[in-house]
């Protein structure tokens, strides 16, 4: 089946089709945030930034589209109520909009605590696709800005919790104090990663982080290898509960983002049921196995065109 997949950041626009043999991807910086700091007529711009992806991929008329991410959110396109937990990974009870013909919302998942726009439908595509073992007990582990960690039990997502790791080694490398301390691009430095690893696993985060700043003026470390250190840090401090978990823990990210994440589970000594699996294609998979529920009207009604579900959340 063909369609057009869409994941629409707060900060960034993709669109993928894959078909006929080929395999086109554009991608821009129209993020949900950018169009709803614009002011103005919001619905109008998020379809005038789909027309032009539409366009640059060749796509031909009346291929569905399917958007996960923040377009579903308050400041996207529609706000849509998230769904509720126990979230099933079959698709089945999914919040969804068609907010024009043939072009579809996906809405998030929410706890008493949590919430998440974009990686239920990753959540959906590992189970699908077979990658993964959605029936047994299991911790999906999203890595990203603010990284997800999905508990996962006989097929449903139980509950869950997010790590702001990825924001915060941005705003730490480039607007604390750390940032004369680390120098960003520089080459990796998998000893001070696993030192960093190490303390951010034992140490209170808040009080961990000054160490970069330390090693650099007590230890004279290269500002470069810091870098390290302080993904170490913070990367430690995620994982350390994935490690007391016990059970399987799945990473599912870019290759070198998942190197860095079996190498802190090496480090913390539970490597051993972690595993790692390509993310780049599970929203794809998620949203393809969403949209077969809704044309054959086996996912829950549109969320936009009647009273929520039973297992909505606004």
């Known amino acids: 089946m063909e369609f057009l997949s869409c994941d629409w950041g707060t900060s960034n626009f993709r669109l993928r089709w894959t078909g006929r043999g080929m395999h086109r991807v554009y991608h821009s910086e129209e993020g949900a945030g950018k169009i709803a700091a614009e002011g103005g007529d919001r619905a109008a711009r998020f379809k005038s930034v789909l027309a032009a992806g539409m366009a640059s991929v060749g796509a ?17 396109w529609k706000e849509l109520p998230y769904a509720g937990l126990p ?20 809405g998030g998942v929410c706890s ?8 239920e439908t990753q959540a959906v595509g590992w189970a699908f696709t077979g990658v993964g073992k959605a029936n047994e007990s299991t911790l999906l582990v999203l890595p990203g800005t603010h990284s997800k960690h999905l508990w996962v ?15 915060l080694f941005d705003l730490l490398a480039k607007h604390s104090v750390l940032r004369h301390s680390v120098r960003l691009g520089a080459a990796p430095d998998e ?7 190490a303390k951010g696993a034992d140490a209170p985060l808040n009080a961990a982080l000054f160490r970069v700043r330390t090693r650099q003026v007590l230890d004279r470390v290269d500002a470069g290898v810091n870098t390290s250190f302080l993904s170490g840090l913070l990367i430690g401090a995620e994982m350390a509960e994935a490690g007391r978990a016990k059970i399987p823990v799945v990473v599912a990210c870019g ?35 969403i949209l077969e529920l809704l044309l054959n009207g086996k ?16």
């Open 153 to 167: 039990e006989a097929g449903r997502v139980t509950h869950f919790r997010t790590y702001m790791t990825g924001e």
């Open 191 to 197: 000893g001070a990663f696993r030192e960093g690893v």
């Open 255 to 289: 290759v070198e983002m998942g190197k860095a994440y079996i190498c802190a589970a090496e480090k913390l000594s539970f490597a051993a049921r972690v595993s790692w699996t390509e993310s780049e294609n599970l929203c794809e998979q998620g949203q393809r196995r």
């Open 112 to 119: 008493d605590e949590e919430v998440m726009r974009g990686e």
């Open 60 to 76: 031909p008329p009346g291929l569905p589209v399917v958007i996960s991410g923040m377009a579903s959110a308050s400041i996207g």
């Open 299 to 314: 996912a829950a009604g549109d969320v936009g065109a009647g009273p929520r579900g039973e297992n909505a959340r606004v």
């Open 87 to 106: 979230f099933p990974l079959d698709g089945t009870r999914v919040s969804w909009h068609e907010v024009e013909p043939g072009v579809f919302l996906i």
